[in-house]
């Protein structure tokens, strides 16, 4: 099949423009907090959060989606459970993608991600495919409450051996946020997928915001079968491949 396309010179350059993108997002204004939010509600099998400032607002939005019976893109209902800390938080996700949860979160920043610190070095360790700890990046207190935006929790993180990605605004905390799920699931390395607290958390933006068409076929079903993406995978799993989320 042939596709006909209009080209136009621009400068030195040759422009091509032709049919419209198949996802082209879905255009909205909203703020850093919003935009993981929107990606957990259409993928997250399950949510163990407990606030903290500037990231307490992730979960809230999800919870809402959820108590409103939203399901995720599978046709799943989600779960959230709020425990009485940081540490219990970590540790419950962690348990909950042991168990057969699919593409699980926690949402945390500044003195809660110190708390749970070791179960997060646990968390990597057991190589939990498709977990990914949503951050809003503060800075860690110390002789004073302070809750501006700060690089202390996300370098803490380093030596757990996340792999971490960093948007700039809400059009790339969404965009990170898909992928960072595919990366978890397909590495089997969890991934912390942070941006600042209040300066992109907070902040009003334009962004396009991935379809939950675009997610489901991004994904692909956690519960499926793929072929091994490396070579240690397909000597540990066998040539068959593996489940796509363990």
């Known amino acids: 099949m042939t596709q006909t396309v209009d080209s136009h010179p621009v400068g030195d350059d040759l422009v091509v423009t032709g049919a419209p993108p198949k996802y082209p997002g879905s255009p909205s204004v909203i703020n850093g907090n919003g935009a993981l939010a929107h990606v957990?509600?259409?993928?997250?099998?399950?949510?163990i959060g407990y606030p903290i400032t500037p990231s307490t607002e992730i979960s809230e939005h999800y919870e809402a989606f959820r108590a409103e019976g939203?399901?995720?893109?599978?046709?799943?209902?989600?779960?959230?459970?709020?425990?009485?800390?940081?540490?219990?938080?970590?540790?419950?996700?962690?348990?909950a993608a042991l168990t057969g949860g699919q593409f699980i979160s926690n949402a945390s920043s500044s003195q809660g991600i110190l708390y749970a610190m070791?179960?997060?070095?646990?968390?990597?360790?057991?190589?939990?495919?498709?977990?990914?700890?949503?951050?809003a990046a503060r800075v860690v207190s110390k002789h004073s409450l302070n809750v501006m935006?700060?690089?202390?929790?996300?370098?803490?993180?380093?030596?757990?051996?996340?792999?971490?990605?960093?948007?700039?605004?809400?059009?790339?905390?969404?965009?990170?946020?898909a992928i960072s799920y595919r990366t978890s699931a397909l590495s089997l390395i969890p991934v912390?997928?942070?941006m600042d607290g209040f300066a992109t958390s907070h902040m009003l933006s334009e962004a396009s915001?991935?379809?939950?068409?675009?997610?489901?076929?991004?994904?692909?079903?956690?519960?499926?079968r793929i072929p091994c993406p490396t070579v240690a995978q397909e000597l540990l799993f066998g040539a068959k491949g593996r489940v796509a989320q363990l």
Not at 71 to 83: M, S, T, Y
Not at 209 to 224: F, I, T
């Open 40 to 47: 957990m509600k259409h993928v997250c099998g399950g949510v």
């Open 209 to 224: 915001l991935p379809e939950p068409e675009l997610l489901r076929e991004y994904l692909g079903d956690p519960a499926g």
């Open 118 to 135: 070791e179960s997060h070095y646990v968390t990597v360790g057991k190589k939990i495919g498709g977990f990914v700890l949503q951050v």
């Open 192 to 194: 912390a997928n942070a």
């Open 70 to 95: 939203g399901v995720n893109v599978w046709g799943k209902h989600p779960f959230f459970f709020e425990p009485e800390g940081e540490h219990s938080a970590q540790s419950g996700a962690l348990g």
């Open 149 to 177: 935006a700060g690089h202390d929790d996300v370098y803490a993180l380093l030596s757990a051996g996340y792999t971490i990605l960093f948007g700039s605004n809400p059009q790339e905390a969404s965009d990170l946020a």
